[in-house]
């Protein structure tokens, strides 16, 4: 079964400063990898997918992840944060074949401050 | 309107009270889902359906059951509550034609069992 895990459940940046969000992910076959993000009081919206392809993805809100089979990682990247990058973010992984059932992280809280 | 509809939004109940759960979409996919989200745990899968004559447990069933009443509407019902299912409650839906399953979310329906 494939599974991930985000290293830090808080994670706390200045305003301006790289956001990085880790994750790691387990798979016996190619996986297909989410980032979702969660605003208070709102259900989840996806970030970014990576499923097949260029290993750099491009999401909204200037985040990007990077697919490195050899690290088995998906890590969730900003250059400059902003006030309103404060939520929770999920990492999730799914594969071809599997149900297509969403497997997620525990999420990690990102703190932005002035 | 919301793309997913969940009701209510919030819920308190008493244990060994049945409780159920709404989820209504109008993206016209055919998969649904249910899952929970707690504290620290992030979102499990508790039951997924991908049309109307399909039904499967996920991760953590039991206590609940779902119906799927037409495409759109997808139910989950707490036969006789306990505390421990007080939780933050998501529906979501996919398109099997998107490839590689991009949720898209309700709002979450608070449950708190007291």
């Known amino acids: 079964a494939q599974s991930v895990t985000q290293l830090g459940s808080h994670v706390s940046v200045s305003e301006g400063a790289l956001v990085l969000l880790r994750c790691n992910y387990s798979?016996?076959?190619?996986?297909?990898l989410f980032w979702y993000v969660q605003y208070p009081n709102q259900g989840l919206q996806l970030l970014l997918k990576y499923t097949t392809g260029a290993t750099l993805v491009k999401g909204i809100n200037g985040f990007e992840a990077e697919f490195k089979k050899s690290e088995t990682s998906f890590h969730l990247t900003k250059p400059s944060a902003h006030m309103s990058d404060a939520a929770e973010y999920f990492c999730?992984?799914?594969?071809?074949?599997?149900?297509?059932?969403?497997?997620f992280g525990t999420g990690t809280q990102l703190k932005v401050e002035l | 309107d919301a793309d997913v509809t969940q009701t209510p939004r919030n819920r308190i109940t008493k244990t060994g009270k049945r409780i159920m759960l709404e989820c209504s979409q109008t993206?016209?996919?055919?998969?649904m889902y249910w899952y929970r989200q707690d504290p620290g745990l992030g979102l499990r899968l508790i039951y997924y359906?991908?049309?109307?004559?399909?039904?499967n447990k996920g991760e953590i069933s039991d206590g609940y059951s779902v119906s799927r009443q037409a495409q759109a509407k997808f139910s989950l019902s707490l036969e006789s509550a306990i505390p421990n299912q007080t939780a933050l409650y998501f529906c979501?839906?996919?398109?099997?034609?998107?490839?590689?399953?991009?949720?898209?979310f309700g709002a979450g329906s608070r449950l708190t069992v007291l």
């Open positions: 999730a992984v799914t594969i071809t074949g599997g149900g297509n059932k969403l497997t």
């Open positions: 798979s016996s076959v190619p996986p297909y």
């Open positions: 979501a839906t996919s398109d099997v034609s998107s490839g590689a399953n991009v949720l898209t």
């Open positions: 359906s991908f049309d109307v004559k399909d039904i």
């Open positions: 993206k016209g996919h055919d998969r």
